[in-house]
């Protein structure tokens, strides 16, 4: 039987309204909500903003400010050409938020090349076309030079703004700048990164001095920027120095003040030098305010238990170094899976989490302050990668979570992503959504330099359709290294187009889920060696579940462990701890009164084999328990990322989540190569479902993408709509631009009013399939 309406008047003035409406305030939902909590399409540029129009985003950072690094006069160099004001202005005139770029992992020096005179004529990025005639001298211009009020300064020096001179933890003056800043290994060692020009000659290097300065690198073929003559020298910095915080607080008010941007992309924000920890966890500030810790989180009596006789003097690398395990003196010391057990080093991961955090909260605080005394609506976000070392803690500091993520490379021991259809996104954005004050995050995806640009456009809209069903929008034009933007311009704008035009329903809604999976920042540093995280532990059984639920069409979210509260718990009919290492005392109670009260909870691996930061992250005596709920010790979900598709893994997990009581919201017989979410709006006056189709049904190497086949998908209505018709509609990217919704024919549409459901047989599709279902 069929209840559904007929086209009617009420829909297409609907769309017109939104239309216009998103059209008029820039896509923004409401005047008084700030423009990133609405859908906006995000691109990196250049700074002549190449087809900006074919792109079609709705911000861009790159072109109008790539900052941080040098010091103050890294913005008066770029000024003196213009090409920031003109990036600006072909932004404005495209409709394009300008974004600015802002460093606060690295900083350093650029070549520089002064004429007699003792100006600035070029730099590293402009010599390829000094003319040859007039003499230069090559100096390294940078943040050190700028501290040190050089007689040869190009523009004013520090001393000029009244900047406070940096200093070593106890307080001397820092002679060697970029030792006191940067961090540092096990060996107390500390690295240049450097990128090259390819673009100057051995000839050129030669006559204006780059050579007597410098040197030449090779990288790999395929690795951007690290092959030729070095032009930039940087250094990672240590994140627990407060007057590095401080200063770059003071900079990015003047960068505020001076480009008034709609936007700051932060890169490193959240970067808390755990990554690699041997090589980059050891900076003098991290040593010393660790021996602050010791005195002020922990009582005599533990440091006498952990063997700390003086914490005044305690060293913490020198601690690691000669550790007795097994492995002292041995190329895999750092990787021992006994330090997620030894009580100092844990101690040094919650020292660790916590500065870089200060850190990096007054930074975001100082960004805030900064746009509201010029009256911006200016939206903080940063490289914020959202996991495995505990970037979701930053919540509340980053707007939009902006993370890079790869296709190919085993980032800190994990397991790729690799490429549709298997490869899918769901783990990482709508963690990365869920961190973000925005409903959605920026990832930037890189595939491999063979799949991207020309003749891989189905790809690259796969990959972006995977990302905006799982509450991601794909930057476009970003790469690093050997990490690549999929896709053109044309296929960006395909992708963007159809984002702006359903921006405003897009969102307003969350998703209709049954199971929640729960995310564990804690456990993520809870599970780190000396190197990087043990996998095994907590991030892989994350992964896992949330690839399985994926493939398996069951409706799923991601509930971060900081919003465990009894109200969000009652949302969701199963909740899922994958291992979840770390739980607080507080925690562990909610989670037990939601089962007492009929919450289906499920418990993997180790979940609750630790106590909290507050108790130092130490043993609890037990394993967990809660009285209703299904508790397990093996790992199913780990299984199954590792040797997806493990089928008595994914047995294992539908066994777990197979309820007596529990009917799903949605049911469906699309393949695995089909993603299906079902959406609810969020605004009471306006009752609106959407569900999402996803096509990911595609061969990579020839960009061969198979249309999706017809599928039917059964929905189990909301009790509001009980007794009522329904509206149904769908939209693709392939329609033309400005089309409203097409009605699905009456034969699609079968509506129980009985038994509350709504069988929608959809269409075979390209790409994308967005289905607007409302009630009548």
């Not at 000094?130 to 523009?155: H, Q």
């Not at 599970?527 to 059984?541: A, L």
């Not at 607080?584 to 084999?609: E, H, K, N, P």
Request: aromatic share 12%; glycine share 8%.
């Amino acid at each position: 039987m069929c209840d559904r309406m007929g086209l009617d008047l009420g829909w297409l003035l609907t769309f017109v309204w939104l239309g216009l409406f998103a059209a008029a305030a820039g896509f923004e939902v409401s005047a008084s909500e700030p423009w990133w909590r609405t859908y906006t399409p995000i691109a990196t540029i250049n700074q002549r903003a190449e087809a900006i129009e074919t792109i079609q985003p709705g911000a861009a950072r790159g072109g109008t400010g790539t900052l941080g690094w040098y010091g103050f006069w890294f913005l008066d160099e770029q000024n003196k050409s213009g090409a920031l004001d003109a990036c600006r202005r072909r932004l404005e005139q495209a409709g394009v938020r300008p974004v600015l770029y802002y460093d606060v992992g690295e900083v350093g020096d650029f070549a520089g090349f002064f004429t007699a005179d003792g100006r600035l004529r070029h730099t590293g990025w402009s010599l390829p076309w000094w003319n040859g005639r007039e003499p230069l001298t090559a100096r390294w211009v940078g943040l050190e030079a700028f501290f040190r009020d050089v007689p040869w300064a190009p523009y004013p020096t520090a001393k000029a703004y009244g900047l406070a001179p940096f200093t070593t933890p106890d307080g001397r003056p820092a002679d060697d700048l970029y030792a006191v800043l940067a961090r540092r290994g096990l060996d107390d060692q500390w690295h240049w990164d450097f990128s090259s020009n390819p673009r100057i000659t051995d000839e050129i290097a030669e006559r204006s001095g780059l050579a007597r300065i410098s040197a030449k690198q090779t990288g790999q073929a395929d690795a951007q920027n690290k092959t030729g003559w070095q032009t930039v020298r940087l250094v990672d910095v240590d994140f627990a120095n407060p007057q590095l915080s401080a200063y770059c607080c003071r900079e990015l008010a003047r960068l505020v003040a001076r480009l008034r941007p709609d936007g700051i992309h932060v890169d490193n924000l959240g970067d808390m030098n755990l990554g690699h920890a041997d090589a980059g966890a050891f900076g003098w500030w991290s040593r010393h305010t660790f021996r602050e810790f010791l005195q002020r989180r922990l009582s005599a009596d533990e440091r006498k238990q952990m063997g700390i006789s003086d914490p005044a003097t305690f060293d913490i690398a020198a601690y690691v170094r000669d550790k007795p395990f097994e492995s002292r003196g041995l190329r895999w010391h750092s990787l021992n899976p006994k330090w997620t057990d030894d009580p100092v080093w844990l101690c040094y991961l919650i020292h660790k989490v916590e500065s870089a955090l200060a850190y990096h909260r007054a930074i975001y605080a100082a960004a805030k302050e900064a746009a509201r005394d010029q009256r911006l609506d200016c939206a903080v976000f940063g490289n914020t990668i959202p996991f495995p070392l505990g970037g979701s803690l930053l919540r509340g500091a980053c707007d939009i979570a902006h993370f890079e993520w790869s296709t190919v490379h085993e980032w800190w021991g994990m397991r790729p992503m690799g490429l549709p259809p298997s490869g899918r996104v769901g783990y990482v954005t709508r963690l990365g959504a869920a961190m973000s004050d925005a409903p959605f995050c920026w990832p930037s995806i890189y595939v491999a330099k063979a799949f991207s640009g020309a003749g891989h456009e189905q790809l690259h809209k796969v990959i972006a359709f995977d990302c905006l069903a799982n509450r991601g929008l794909l930057d476009f034009g970003h790469a690093y290294l050997d990490g690549y933007s999929p896709g053109t311009p044309a296929s960006a704008g395909f992708v963007n187009r159809f984002v702006r035009a359903h921006a405003v329903p897009l969102s307003r809604r969350r998703y209709a889920a049954d199971v929640a999976v729960v995310h564990s920042a804690w456990s993520e540093i809870a599970s780190c060696t000396v190197f990087n995280p043990v996998m095994d532990k907590f991030v892989d059984e994350y992964c896992g579940w949330c690839q399985f639920l994926g493939d398996t069409h069951r409706q799923w979210t991601v509930l971060l462990q900081d919003d465990l509260t009894e109200q969000r718990l009652a949302e969701h009919p199963i909740v899922v701890l994958p291992s979840v290492l770390v739980l607080t005392d507080a925690q562990l109670d909610l989670l037990r009164r939601y089962a007492a009260s009929g919450g289906r909870l499920v418990a993997t691996g180790l979940t609750g084999a630790r106590y909290g930061p507050e108790r130092l992250l130490a043993p609890r005596p037990g394993p967990f328990d809660a009285r209703g709920a299904r508790v397990v010790a093996d790992k199913p979900g780990a299984a199954y990322w590792r040797k997806w598709p493990d089928a008595a893994a994914a047995r294992r997990m539908g066994e777990l989540l197979d309820w007596p009581d529990f009917r799903p919201r949605l049911e469906t017989d699309a393949p695995f190569t089909v993603g299906v979410n079902l959406n609810l709006g969020v605004d009471p006056s306006e009752p609106l479902m959407t569900l999402d189709l996803n096509n990911c049904d595609i061969t990579a190497p020839t960009d061969a993408l198979r249309p999706a086949p017809p599928c039917a998908v059964t929905i189990r209505l909301p009790d509001a709509w009980r007794g009522r018709g329904a509206s149904v509609r769908y939209a693709t990217p392939e329609l033309p631009p400005g089309d409203p919704p097409v009605p699905l024919g009456d034969d699609a549409i079968d509506l129980d009013s009985a038994a509350g459901t709504l069988r929608l047989r959809a269409p075979s599709f390209s790409t994308f399939l967005l289905v607007f279902i409302r009630p009548s």
